[in-house]
């Protein structure tokens, strides 16, 4: 297992290198309503680091480029997305092109994972740290 440092500083390292699809959902997903709770970017979650990650629904949003494509990239995120979701997380992946293409399309699917629907009202989300 990777030390917390070395997996922090990653994070880290990765939220000052992101790339334009990352901020520009970074951007867009602080304009939707989520009283009570926030994303996190480039979170360490076991021994990965996620894209975003909503503490309060166990939520976490891939964006992916097109080297996902490669057999050996998929297979390690089938990998990576099958030990977090037997952690109890949820997982949505977004290409990068879907950013670029229909941004609004993105935000309602995040909202709907958030709420239920895209009808739902917004209610307060509260998460609680593990220790």
Known sequence: MVST?????????LRADTTPHERLLWRALKELPMEGTHF?????????????FCPAKRLMIELDGGHHNDD??????????????????RVIRFWNSDINGDLTAVLERIYVELYGSREAEVEPLKHRRRR
Do not use: C, M
Request: aromatic content about 10%; glycine content about 4%.
């Open 72 to 89: 050996e990239t998929a297979e390690r995120d089938r990998e990576r997305q099958n030990w977090l979701e037997q952690e109890g997380y």
């Open 5 to 13: 440092s070395i997996r922090r500083a990653t994070a880290r390292k």
């Open 40 to 52: 996190r970017r480039q979170a360490p979650i076991g021994r990965y680091v996620v894209d975003f």
